[in-house]
């Protein structure tokens, strides 16, 4: 239904910046909840953010208030501003589709790596 490719991971010091982007095969317009979600080693995948057609968002409580979800239906792009990061942060980051309200019509990204060391 969707394919998913996520971009901007990379290694980055706490306090520092990144956005990441998640660029679907299709239009999102319609889609009805994008979102990211990460998974450090040893640990279960967690919900970072979601952000749905209508454009409300939530975030989850780890993340504070320092990531930002935001989309670009003209690009078929979700993006994630993560400012300021912290060494918790660290993991592979995962674009998520969720075509309707039913969990199970979830598709994913490969993820990208973020790595939030000095």
């Known amino acids: 239904q969707v394919q998913l490719v996520e971009s901007g991971g990379g290694l980055v010091q706490p306090g520092g910046s990144l956005r990441l982007s998640c660029t679907a095969s299709?239009?999102?317009?319609?889609?009805?909840?994008m979102g990211w979600y990460r998974q450090a080693p040893g640990k279960e995948r967690e919900w970072v953010a979601v952000i749905f057609a209508a454009g409300g968002t939530n975030s989850g409580d780890a993340v504070k208030g320092r990531f930002t979800i935001s989309r670009d239906n003209a690009k078929n792009t979700v993006y994630l501003q993560m400012n300021p990061l912290k060494p918790e942060d660290t993991g592979v980051y995962y674009c998520?589709?969720?075509?309707?309200?039913?969990?199970?019509?979830?598709?994913w990204g490969q993820g990208t790596q973020v790595t939030v060391s000095s």
């Open positions: 299709r239009s999102i317009f319609n889609i009805y909840r």
């Open positions: 998520n589709a969720r075509l309707t309200w039913n969990a199970g019509d979830d598709y």
